[in-house]
């Protein structure tokens, strides 16, 4: 199965590009710049879906919906977000096909829109000009609300999970009556992407603020979760927004406060898309295939026999149903996977290339032994071990899997993120090493965009973890005062 | 908060309308036809996608997701089914907003598309043309896929989740090597949803095949299942289709099968909506509100406190937190309710309207004599009953209001379910009765089309229930081997 996968180091983009194929977790489909889901690249998005869910909800969220179809006026109201969103829009100009006589189905010119209907890039308006009914008084607030959905942008060069036309994702918005409980909030969002990237994709992110130019189109604020893949490159896994009172002035949402006085409220938004399966992807895998954390594998085990002939086949599948038994009663996830149409060196490779934590194989010596050889995905390390208690063993090495690929990656971060004094040194890592640079930059717009045009390299984020620091910026040599964390990104 | 809410007796459809939004439901957006489904009324369809989630997956069904948009040209590759859709699709035509230079925001006409984009109202067309190279053998059948997702049907009349331009459903495509297993599949599915209907909802459902008439467009069967509405209406809850090979044809889809002859694809698909979110409330709500099936409710058991005073409330939270934490550790789902800006009885009304089937209520005399009230949402009866063991009561209680409500939409379907065998009989019954009838019909779409537009009454299904009996057509006069049951419908 792996064969024809293309090595990282021949050529990243390509190995990212037939993984994802090759591995079923989607491919294009015949309408430009979507794509299609797998079951298994599904079930992946599924196990994120729940467990971010159930985050959102601890932390006082509930879902609602709201419609795909935003009127072009909303659009306009707030200035910076049309401007932001306009050049993407897929429009809807018309609501019916009719037969023009010779059987050819076209577009009725009679069914046209009085005004055209935006396919959502984002909610903000619809949302806001909805909230403009539920909110009169402090006593509606917060409203604390997200939404799983689908949203269109029409990107011009598009790649699987990383940039497509539609993707699915979930966006929050909540409203408050004050600014310190809306900053609040979006700092909570970050700090829960951030543990769920951490805890559960084993991808170490670094948190912070965006520049002015990299803010969502309309927020006073962006925090964001960045990301280090393996071909030296930044990828933006989340983001969580400040509105200030923008959307609130936008669409006129006031609320009268406890002292009677009236107020525009204050706005978060915040998502994570689809866009997290090309990091989950990007960070761990090698040149066999996927490597999937334990917490979001659809399958954390595998069992394969190793078999002659029919009889065989019968006494180890009876072992092999009784060690699978044992450990789904632990929660643990298992297949076994008894097809007789493939040897089990294909199914090995399979599995490596489907990236399933752990594979278990059982042959006839293991059942005259009590044993069973036990291989790890990460490592791509095999032992023999008894079978009795191995349930115990296999929670254990998933908790180990889990640990070791984010050690790995945050060491992998750690190489390859360095701090520079000139822009010479900053230009030579950005072409020849990649990685992370920390860097000082005076704060402008326009200096930031010089660097860009220059390097390629934008600013991922101000980490919020740095300590305050006397610098000049590397392209100016004007003072400054905290570093910033420049990359190449997707 | 139930004031104002019209009776049922008074105007059955503004009954409806109203409860929907007071017991924060949905409401209507600003898009024509499309609401927006509040955080309570989200709560209960989400209960809903987590049960049927689960029982696709138990009968072997794997989740996906396809695009949203699908070119005009798939559209029109199956004949039937284009028909069926043309009329109200939403038609993407342009990728692009422009600012005009007057500061007006624009289409922009350089960014027309070659070929139109139709928002899915189901996803055959698109997902059959996936399937195309998914399948080459029989090796890579059966396929059982479904997708939850959001799709549009321009409905020039629409109402809060019964008829909306946007909804939200799942639909599973599956494919097969044979017919058999495509028509098992399709009756498979009918009755999950049938269970589901039953079980969960408390929905007595009439299980049956489509006339040639009611039909799915580019089905050759399609499965319903039917239930009746307070008002004698009925409402289709869910379908099942089996497709044949229309599709395959359509997409040229072909499979080598295990002789090694290359034949058809066989298809299926079926789906529920946000549809269901009407029938539950239709088949149990009363004048006072909504009435929930515990299964579904988001809220199982809401506990109110009697008191004066702060010292008072501060008693009665410590007991009622206490029960609150007995029945959560039961896995019941509760809401103490100690908001000190309402009073008792509007907190008794709120959640009468909002449906949920237990209420306890907690005074001072109940701290002293150890016991609380407790009143059922379905029959509205009340009693006091010791503090001890309130919970396996409660578990008891919620058991028996599931069956009751179950009962007694079943016992209301019995009185309204009649068979007539004159025409004039047929006409009285439904023009003044309402209900179910159960008729012979000569089988014709010519007599089904008459008797739909001298009487408005449709055949909902050839129920499979029903035993063959000799009879003649109440319109025509011609033989007929099986009554259609006949009714007005949503």
Redesign the interface.
Known sequence: MAKGLTKRSENYSQWYNELVVKADLA?N???RG??????YG??IW?KMQATLDKMFKDTGH???????????S???KEASH?DGF??????????????DGNN??V?DEKAKLEE????RPTSET?IW??YK?WIQSY?DLPIL?NQW??V?R?EMRTRLFLRTA?F?WQEGHTAHATKQEALDETEQMINVYAEFAEKWMAVPVIKGAKSENERFAGALETYAIEALMQDGKALQAGTSHFLGQNFAKAFDVKFTDKEGKLDYVWATSWGVSTRLMGALIMAHSDDLGLVLPPKLAPIQVVIVPIYKGEEQLVQISEKANQIKKKLQDKGISVKFDDRD?HKPGFKFAEYELKGVPVRIAIGPRDLENGTLEIARRDTLEKESRAQDSVEDYVITLLDDIQENIYIKASDFRKENTCKVDTYAQFKDVIENKGGFVLAHWDGTVETEQKIKDETKATIRCIPFSFEEEEGKCIYTGKPSKRRALFAKAY
């Open positions: 491919e489909s015949a309408v979507s794509m299609v889901i797998k079951p599904f079930s599924e509930s879902n609602a919906y709201f419609p795909l179809f935003i009127p072009k909303f659009f306009s049309v306009a050049k993407e829009c897929a429009v809807v100009t018309h609501y019916r096909l009719k037969n050819n189905i577009v055209e209907l935006i396919v619809i000009n909805t009914n006593r609300v959905a689908n269109v029409w539609e699915l149409t």
